[in-house]
């Protein structure tokens, strides 16, 4: 699908490998879906219900064909992969190359270059749905290492987007990433964000490591510079750590719930009512050191330090990568530990560990976490681990104690767990041990300060973090480029009356016209766009609060063209046809304010427009547009005698007929309803009861709302020409500029 199928598009788009749901075929062939796995789905779902935007991700089955559909609060937009393409992408190049290498080499990676151009194809097609998706100068958030190349093909696609990538695994030290036979393409592919997260600082500096290595780019503390060919920035983009979260409140409260506080008591009796009951939760996955966790806790039975009388282990491993090699070697090894440990140590009625390979809903999570008094999370390497800060937000009671690897991301944050080196299987079986034996004073003691940690830091906090500095990253220095490029301005004097205009206390209209100012002038005036600059800039002025700030478009263009051509955002007032035609955006396209011609003013236009015709078909390179309230005489194309001679005649034919004749830049407009743009802003004004107005406008149409304007507003004039603006920039660029300056500082004057 061509980005262009999104005229609206959303604000938002998140980009997984994943939907938060799995699509699974019944024996009738009849699909249904229910929750996929991880803890990516976990911590994105919360984000995705509470915001208003689309998740484009795979469901999980090849060759589904589903168009985008509405799921518990959520749009999600299926992308769609073949048998050989999961084979390739997914269990390939994602989860035996790319998996092993950022998780420090657990288990041999596997390159192979039909893997990567699968990889390379899949996340084309990713970043193809991910552009229909969005809307003029949104933001797009990829997501994970299976879509690294997502963000440079994105850029690429739809430059007026905002790019943030975050990546929920480690990211490892250069001289392992640099086995990786694409590493350049990698890094590049990665750069096309604004904005890259990682878990943790750790994560953050060995990315800007490795892009000082295989790139030219210069890094300058966390923000890595790219200069054009004579050593100018040009953009920047930020690599830094967002400790991800969960859903905090959520498994607080479902742990409070009888429910579950009887569903944990029976989990429990169930298991032979031991004194501890060790919990551990995890994919079936070699990087989370279940064998390292049975090994110690069978050492610990065999030393005599535990018995199955007094504690057992329940060990939630839940299926994963099933296709995978390593993943079923691993099953293998678990399952025979398993096998073992309990032939060897459980008795009847009491196992030593109850082994589940299975995946279970929320409410049986935080079941089972309160019914543990020991929480396991033994990783060898873990980018964050969820589980670890659901254990904490379960337990408002304040009991249990978290084991916790250091070498998870959680532990740069949980202060308070026991920290323990699980490839030490001595210090392991001694901090268990430690860890069983707690006293429930120590217990409370540390709950209480985990969970200040966690209650604190929710998933809704990691997001907005994450995206209030996506908006914040410059896309260009401002101010010196202002001043560069606008010789006949007082750049400063600009940028000093725009932080003023932010500051006002109360709402402030930004008004502009289109053609000039937003979109640079182009022969066929059909192919006119707004710049992706200011597409950018005008998207965010939109988010802010409507007593901040309301957006305005002012055009000589009939609305229906400004509206289609502009993509401005929702919530913009339209004004078309110097002001004849009035309208604002919505969420489903243009609300118009209809306007009806008199009987002598609708003959009077068909005789506006009869005779601006036959002048066009007397000149060469001169063409008629029809307007609901005017029709106008086009001679860009023209040769200078003609347009000349084209123009008096319009003027003669205006004086015939008693019309007055607009004129601007290669046209004459004859109206048969008297407006100006002037009076549109005049009205507007009225309407939003704003305080203050900017109006930026390069004809001399626009003339006439600089005339309107007060001393307190700010009137800039694009080009040259003589005007009565009190500012002036040189280009539509500089626009992009001024805007774009505007928004992040109504940004730091927030307001709600
Ligand atoms: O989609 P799968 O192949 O079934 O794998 C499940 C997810 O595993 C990984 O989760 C990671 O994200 C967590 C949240 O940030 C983090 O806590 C954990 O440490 C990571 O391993 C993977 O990164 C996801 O893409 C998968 O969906
Ligand atoms: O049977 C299960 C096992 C795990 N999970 C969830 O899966 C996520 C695992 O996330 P984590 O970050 O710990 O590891 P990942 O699997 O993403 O590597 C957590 O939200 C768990 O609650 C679940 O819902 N049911």
């Known amino acids: ?57 795979w469901g999980g089955a090849a060759d589904v064909y589903a168009d985008p559909f ?57 970043a193809e749905a991910a552009a229909a998706q969005a809307g003029t100068g949104g933001t797009v958030w990829v997501q994970d290492y299976q879509l690294q190349l997502v963000p440079a093909m994105l850029r690429e696609l739809r430059p007026d987007l905002r790019i943030g990538f975050f990546d929920h695994i480690p990211f490892p030290p250069y001289e392992i990433f640099s ?33 000082r290595r295989v790139t030219r780019h210069s890094t300058r503390g966390q923000v890595i510079m790219f200069e054009d060919d004579e050593g100018r920035p040009v953009r920047e983009v930020r690599a830094s750590a967002f400790p991800i979260s969960i859903d905090s409140r959520r498994f607080d409260s479902l742990a409070r719930q009888d429910s579950t506080r009887e ?68 099953r293998d090894q678990v399952e025979t530990a398993v096998g073992r440990i309990n032939g060897e140590f459980g008795e009847l009625g009491h196992a030593a560990i109850h082994y589940l390979h299975h995946s279970y809903p929320p409410e049986e999570m935080a079941a089972l976490y309160l019914a543990a008094d020991v929480m396991l999370v033994t990783s060898l390497r873990d980018g964050m681990n969820l589980v670890a800060k659901e254990y904490v937000a379960a337990r408002s009671d304040e009991h249990g104690a978290l084991v916790l690897s250091e070498f998870t991301g959680a532990a740069d944050e949980l202060n308070g767990a026991l920290l323990v080196n699980p490839h030490d299987i001595d210090e392991l079986k001694s901090v268990i ?40 990253m410059p896309v260009a220095p401002v101010a010196p480029e202002l001043q560069d490029d606008d010789s006949q301005a007082p750049g400063v004097e600009l940028v000093e009356a725009l932080d003023r205009l932010a500051a006002t206390d109360g709402l402030v209209m930004v008004a502009t016209d289109f053609d000039g100012v937003l979109a640079p002038l182009v022969d066929d005036p059909s192919s006119s766009r707004t710049t992706p600059r200011s597409a950018r800039a005008l998207a965010r002025l939109a988010r802010r609060p409507s ?24 919530g913009t007032l339209l004004v078309g046809s110097h002001g004849a035609e009035r309208g604002e955006v919505g969420a489903d396209g243009v609300v118009r304010h209809e306007l009806e011609l008199t009987e002598g003013q609708a003959s009077l236009l068909q005789r506006i427009t009869e005779g601006l015709e036959e002048i066009a078909g007397r000149h060469t390179g001169v063409w008629v547009e029809k307007k609901p309230t005017a029709s106008v005489l086009h001679t ?13 005649a319009a003027r003669g034919l205006a004086e015939r007929l008693g019309v007055g004749a607009l004129e601007g830049k290669d046209v004459v407009e004859l109206q048969v309803v008297e407006t100006s743009k002037g009076k549109a802003i005049d009205a507007l004004r009225n309407e939003l009861g704003a305080k203050r107005v900017l109006y930026v406008g390069d004809d001399v149409t ?43 500082a109504m940004e730091r004057h927030k307001r709600s």
């Open 70 to 126: 509405e799921a518990d609060g959520m749009t999600l937009v299926p992308v769609t992969l073949n048998e050989d393409e999961i084979e390739q992408y997914y269990e390939g190049f994602s989860n035996d190359t790319l998996w092993p290498l950022y998780h420090d080499v657990i288990s041999q990676p596997a390159f192979h270059r039909q893997w990567w151009d699968a990889y390379r194809r899949v996340n084309r097609r990713f």
């Open 433 to 472: 041990e430690q860890a069983a034996r707690m006293d429930p004073k120590e217990q409370r003691r540390r709950m209480r300060r985990l969970r200040r940690k966690v209650m604190a830091d929710d998933v809704a906090k990691w997001s907005s973090s994450f995206l209030r500095t996506l908006e914040e």
């Open 547 to 570: 007593s901040q700030v309301r957006l305005a478009l002012v055009s000589g263009r009939d609305l229906d063209t400004l509206a289609s051509l502009s993509h401005a955002p929702s």
């Open 263 to 330: 569903r944990a008591a029976q989990i429990r009796t169930e298991i032979g009512d031991p004194d501890i009951v060790m919990l551990g939760v995890d994919r079936l996955d070699y990087t989370k050191g279940i064998r390292h966790r049975i090994k110690a806790y069978g050492e610990l039975l065999d030393d005599g330090r535990l018995t199955v009388e007094e504690a057992t282990l329940v060990q939630v491993a839940s299926p994963s990568r099933e296709n995978v090699d390593a993943y079923q070697e691993l």
């Open 636 to 648: 860009r194309r023209s040769t200078h005698d003609g347009a000349t001679q084209a123009t008096e």
């Open 179 to 211: 086995q990786l036979p694409w590493r350049r393409q990698v890094v590049e592919g990665l750069l096309g964000a604004d904005l890259i997260g990682f878990q943790r600082n750790g994560d953050a500096a060995n990315f800007l490591r490795t892009v």
């Open 702 to 744: 626009d003339e006439h709302a600089f005339a309107v304007l007060t001393s307190d507003d700010v009137s800039v004039k694009v080009g040259g020409g003589e005007t009565i603006a009190r500012y002036r920039v040189s280009s539509t660029k500089s626009v992009g500029l001024l805007l774009e300056h505007l928004a992040r």
């Open 1 to 57: 699908m061509s980005p262009e199928a999104s005229k609206e598009g959303n604000d938002l788009v998140v980009v997984a490998n994943r939907l938060p749901v799995d699509f699974t075929t019944d024996d009738d062939g009849s699909i249904s879906w229910r929750r996929s796995p991880g803890g990516l789905v976990t911590a994105l779902e919360p984000v995705m219900q509470s915001a208003d935007g689309a998740w484009v991700g």
